[in-house]
């Protein structure tokens, strides 16, 4: 396994959960991060990327304001804090990595296994 997600579980609608994505030293040397996920029934959809240097973040509106991605590259980890979190907000939460810094889920070519977030209203 190059990508190991997790800080998943229960949450309360307002509450906060901060997600971990840590990647083996397999991957590529310098590579984005992207967080991405799935609800049942629905396609994967974007989250939040950030790139190598930490220098660029790109959001989906829907987590605007609400979560910030950040990495740690001596750690070889990625983070995702996630703030006023909403019942919508409940799903597989994938990270990935990629040489490019991108909302597209066909630009990341390593996933981790996913962590579930579910938030209760």
């Known amino acids: 396994v190059q990508l190991q997600a997790s800080g998943g579980g229960l949450a309360q609608a307002g509450g906060s959960l901060r997600l971990s994505c840590a990647a083996s030293?397999?991957?590529?040397?310098?590579?984005?991060m992207g967080w991405f996920r799935q609800a049942p029934g629905k396609e994967r959809e974007f989250v939040a990327a950030?790139?190598?240097?930490?220098?660029?973040?790109y959001y989906a509106d829907s987590v605007k304001g609400r979560f910030t991605i950040s990495r740690d590259n001596a750690r070889n980890t990625g983070y995702l804090q996630m703030n006023s979190l909403k019942p919508e907000d409940t799903a597989v939460y994938y990270c990935?990595?990629?040489?490019?810094?991108?909302?597209?889920?066909?630009?990341?070519?390593?996933w981790g296994q996913g962590t579930l977030v579910t938030v209760s209203s």
């Open positions: 950030i790139s190598w240097s930490g220098g660029t973040t």
């Open positions: 990935a990595a990629s040489m490019l810094c991108s909302s597209n889920v066909h630009d990341y070519d390593d």
């Open positions: 030293e397999r991957i590529r040397s310098t590579y984005a």
